[in-house]
């Protein structure tokens, strides 16, 4: 009798076993691993940081009234907190997002130095990257050169 199931069995378990396996196996990945992989198609962010970056963008736009046609995001060091206007909050030391938009500000004015025909075509955000606070922006008027190192948010 123990002859009669032992082939049936094979052919259950076996391909049921090599589905399992790879599932089995992924839930091992620890959450660094992944933070990792998420990190090298998502130009540096973190699964966290990418979302983050996307709802700090949408929060500007509706916030500006803006017309976006891209906005993309990249990591910065704190210390380039110093380039850009300070929004109110103090930009923590260290690992910070960078958020660029470029679209339509019709209620945006441009810098001052900028130019009086100069138009508003972009915003540069730096953010908190686990709180979203964003603690320095500009705008930005003129040619907006894309900065090939940050990952695309949206496109439209």
Not at 2 to 16: D, E, H, I, M, N
Not at 102 to 114: C, D
């Amino acid at each position: 009798m123990s002859t009669s199931w032992q082939p049936v069995a094979r052919a259950f378990v076996l391909p049921v076993l090599a589905l399992a396996l790879p599932v089995v196996l992924t839930g091992c990945v620890s959450r660094q691993t992944a933070d990792r992989a998420d990190a090298q198609v998502l130009g540096g962010l973190t699964r966290a940081e990418f979302n983050t970056a996307i709802r700090v963008a949408r929060h500007a736009a509706k916030r500006e009234g803006a017309e976006i046609r891209t906005a993309s995001a990249g990591v910065v060091t704190g210390r380039r907190r110093s380039l850009l206007g300070v929004h109110g909050h103090a930009c923590p030391p260290g690992r910070l997002l960078d958020v660029r938009l470029v679209g339509t500000f019709p209620h945006a004015s441009p810098a001052p130095g900028s130019g009086s025909n100069a138009v508003v075509g972009g915003e540069d955000l730096i953010a908190d990257p686990a709180t979203g606070t964003v603690c320095a922006h500009s705008y930005l008027a003129g040619r907006i050169i894309t900065d090939l190192s940050m990952v695309r948010l949206y496109s439209g």
